[in-house]
């Protein structure tokens, strides 16, 4: 009967514990970022957005930032932000895609591997921000 | 009395084993269709383990519901496909299910570690720490691996079986605790509100249907039956009947070869329920039960009072007379006698009885199997003795063929511990008896 009771306690305790636990989920990057707060434009900076792209996992949107015809930044508008993977992925993934924008000053970049759709989407969105500016 | 006529009267819902089977399928057929459908795109070898785990956490998360509805104590499916046969799939589940959330888990740890260019490590405390609900999923696992730790032959053997028994309800705990992170994390719930409506319908109706059939039921029966301890009859020298009366009985429906779940209300037994058959044709006012004396449990019931309150569960089981006109044979291991001699009032048909004890003083019942036998001209052999002593198996096709002539066209009824009644079984279809004919119930403890 004591054993009984001290499990139950001991269930309860753990069960308290374990549910004051708090995942920590960025809301803004939950939200898919549409409430992303971007940075100000510098002087001689001119900022060309691309179409939405929708992949399988979700739309892509990217902001291309100019000085002087030259690519200095890329902005991720929206990004897939339906799972907690998409946004792991896509914080695996974005960095290395602006990366390669910033190296080759254009849309001709490789995908990210496990992560080719989104590359897919960041390209096309890229490319028609690029368009627009021409 | 008209309600109880009315109870009788109608006929109880029966689903048996092979439609309990395919209704299983059919569902599980459904959701790999709702994985296939959800499965957007196979990236890499990472997408690849991701959707496996994805399949795998989809199929547990179904068969967790099945098992816990085996276990539910469904009347339909408790006359259709027995009790014993409900805890062998049950058990057979729960080891594949152990198994399949283990590869969930797995998979999904390596697939996401694989497409976030982590390692397994670090992978595992991103999970944990920043994935809703992902913690309580984990705990939830790490509590049906200790169930299925528990539940292991070794483990069985040591455990007294209430400990195994209360460990086991930490199952409902865990399946609370992974409940939630389905939905926040499994890609074929996030964008599809039908398959997630589906799915938390299939957990509700399963927690209403454990609920009212496994606590209101056997509420509302104690109230409107108020089950008590009549009196107790020693029979053989570790064997004992206990008489419970009751009110309305009839209303219960019980048939010779049932058993119910008896929890007797006295200070050192009311934590404990046990199945016991029926020994005896259940009247409106008074159940039996007999009971081998082989443990604790048993052992106590020989100090009940007359008066003792008891909680009562049933009637219970698939093993009562399917045609009670035909002849049948009657074929019982050690206390494995008490359903059959229940039967044995019941059947109208000729009937023959085989009662096989490893010793006289192990035969329980045998001056009223006696004088059943004389009334109605039924033939009783007792077959007695160890194997070693009686040279062999003595319940072969052979030998039961000569005991019961003619018994390719019997019913058969068996019921006694595992081993006995699945050799008898073998040696039944051996001897040319259909399937179909063999009723069988063994006694798991």
């Given amino acids: 009967m004591r054993r009984v009771l001290v499990a139950v306690v001991f269930t309860v305790a753990g069960l308290v514990a374990l549910l004051s636990f708090r995942t920590h989920v960025n809301s803004s990057e939950r939200s898919g970022a549409s409430t992303l707060r971007l940075p100000p434009l510098s002087p001689g900076e001119r900022a060309l957005t691309g179409h939405t792209a929708s992949t399988v996992y979700g739309p892509v949107q990217v902001r291309v930032v100019e000085r002087a015809r030259k690519i200095v930044a890329v902005d991720i508008l929206q990004h897939p932000a339906e799972t907690a993977m998409d946004i792991q992925i896509g914080q695996y993934a974005f960095p290395r895609l602006v990366g390669e924008t910033l190296t080759a000053q254009s849309a001709r970049i490789d995908t990210v591997s496990g992560a080719t759709y989104t590359s897919g989407g960041y390209i096309k969105s890229l490319q028609s921000a690029l368009d627009n500016g021409a | ?294 443990g604790d449990p048993s052992n106590m019931l020989r100090s009940l009072r007359p008066g003792t309150r008891v909680l009562a569960e049933g009637p219970f089981g698939a093993f009562f007379p399917a045609h009670p006109d035909r002849a049948s044979l009657l074929v019982a291991g050690g206390v494995g006698i008490t359903p059959l001699r229940a039967m044995m009032t019941a059947l109208t048909g000729p009937v023959i009885l085989v009662y096989r004890a490893t010793s006289w003083q192990d035969v329980a019942l045998r001056a009223e199997l006696d004088t059943i036998a004389a009334e109605r001209g039924a033939v009783v052999h007792y077959v007695i003795g160890s194997r070693a002593e009686l040279g062999g198996d003595p319940l072969t096709a052979e030998a039961l063929r000569r005991v019961a002539p003619g018994l390719d066209a019997m019913e058969a009824y068996v019921c006694g511990p595992p081993g006995m009644t699945a050799a008898v079984v073998a040696a039944l279809r051996a001897a040319g008896v259909p399937g179909r004919r063999v009723h069988v119930e063994s006694f798991e403890f």
């Fill in chain 2, 1 to 294: 009395m008209p309600s109880s006529a009315a109870a009788v009267g109608a006929a109880p819902l029966v689903v048996g084993p092979r439609v309990t089977l395919t209704l299983t399928a059919v569902g599980a057929a459904a959701v790999l269709a709702l994985w296939w459908h959800s499965t957007r795109a196979i990236v890499g070898p990472g997408g690849a383990l991701t959707t496996v785990g994805e399949g795998l956490g989809l199929l547990s998360g179904y068969a967790v519901v099945i098992a816990v509805l085996l276990m539910a104590r469904l009347p339909p499916v408790e006359r259709g496909v027995g009790a014993d046969r409900l805890a062998r799939w049950h058990s057979t589940l729960g080891r594949w299910l152990v198994w399949g959330i283990t590869g969930h888990v797995l998979c999904i740890i390596w697939g996401y570690a694989l497409a976030a260019h982590t390692g397994l490590v670090s992978e595992t405390a991103t999970l944990l720490t920043t994935y809703p609900d992902v913690l309580m999923a984990t705990v939830a696992w790490f509590l049906l691996l200790g169930v299925g730790l528990t539940s292991l032959r070794a483990a069985r053997r040591r455990l007294r079986y209430e400990t195994w028994y209360y460990l086991h309800l930490y199952t409902y705990l865990a399946i609370a605790l992974a409940f939630s992170h389905q939905f926040a994390n499994g890609a074929a719930f996030v964008d599809d509100a039908i398959a997630r409506f589906a799915w938390e319908a299939l957990y509700i109706v399963t927690a209403a249907l454990i609920v009212w059939y496994r606590l209101i039921v056997p509420a509302r029966d104690f109230g409107r039956h108020r089950f008590v301890v009549a009196g107790l009859r020693q029979e053989a020298n570790r064997t004992v009947s206990v008489y419970i009366k009751g009110r309305h009985l009839g209303e219960l429906g019980a048939e010779p070869g049932q058993f119910f779940r008896w929890r007797f209300l006295t200070r050192g037994l009311w934590w404990q329920s046990h199945p016991y058959s029926l020994s005896a044709l259940p009247s409106d006012n008074l159940l039996r039960i007999t009971v081998r004396d082989v």
